[in-house]
């Protein structure tokens, strides 16, 4: 059933709220290709977390030159063939730059945006994670990345209060919005089952899945 209906699904949410390894779970789940973010990939983003005054423009725009390139084939994806899962969507690449740039870097940033910016689908699905800063900020220390360490919980605020904003408005697709704090959708077969559930029930455009619901 999923696939007839969600051809094309986001997974987003702040760093450490879980959405790559979700990412992958529904895809392993779905039999679906991944679209990846692939933060490993920027050689800027180490020295952006040491200094992200000096490094925040090229760490956007490196960004941003790698998430058009995944995503233009994605306008001309094929109906019949496997379904596609990922952990970004492109539009919500400028609340980064809001974010972390000046607003001289910033009206460049929007110059190159406008200029780079491919007509994709928008999403099937879209499924927002969230959790507490706190708890973003201990996942983020658990899971060990050294170029993650000098993260604050003060930048996570920043960055979680800017996604709740984004998708507050966000209306391109439907929008399942998940309180992640106390699921484990990797670990916990459970409540990936309750996710999936949750996700073929889905009827409207804005929907909520807590614990217990």
């Not at 760490?59 to 941003?64: A, H, P, R, V």
């Not at 972390?100 to 879209?126: G, N």
């Not at 927002?128 to 706190?134: D, G, K, N």
């Not at 399942?176 to 699921?183: A, P, Q, T, Y």
Request: net charge negative; charged share 25%; no cysteine.
């Amino acid at each position: 059933m999923m696939q007839q209906r969600f051809r094309y699904i986001v997974v987003e949410g702040p760093i450490g709220v879980g959405k790559t390894s979700l990412t992958k779970k529904l895809a392993d789940f779905w039999q679906a290709d991944t679209l990846l973010e692939g933060a490993e990939n920027n050689p800027f983003l180490p020295k952006f977390y040491q200094d992200m005054e000096r490094f925040a423009l090229a760490t956007q725009l490196f960004f941003l030159f790698q998430r058009v390139e995944q995503v233009r084939g994605l306008k001309q994806a094929d109906l019949f063939g496997r379904p596609t899962v990922a952990d970004f969507i492109l539009d919500k690449d400028p609340l980064f730059a809001r974010l972390t740039l000046s607003d001289q870097e910033f009206r460049l940033y929007q110059q190159i945006y406008a200029h780079l910016q491919p007509q994709t689908a928008a999403p099937d699905l879209v499924i927002y994670l969230q959790a507490p800063v706190e708890v973003l900020h201990e996942r983020v220390r658990r899971r060990g990345v050294s170029y993650e360490r000098p993260i604050s919980e003060e930048y996570l605020e920043k960055l979680a209060e800017s996604y709740s904003r984004y998708f507050y408005q966000y209306e391109a697709s439907p929008l399942l919005i998940v309180n992640s704090e106390n699921l484990n959708f990797v670990d916990d077969p459970k409540d990936f089952e309750l996710l999936i559930s949750r996700i073929d029930k889905m009827r409207g455009g804005r929907e909520f899945f807590n614990r217990g619901e």
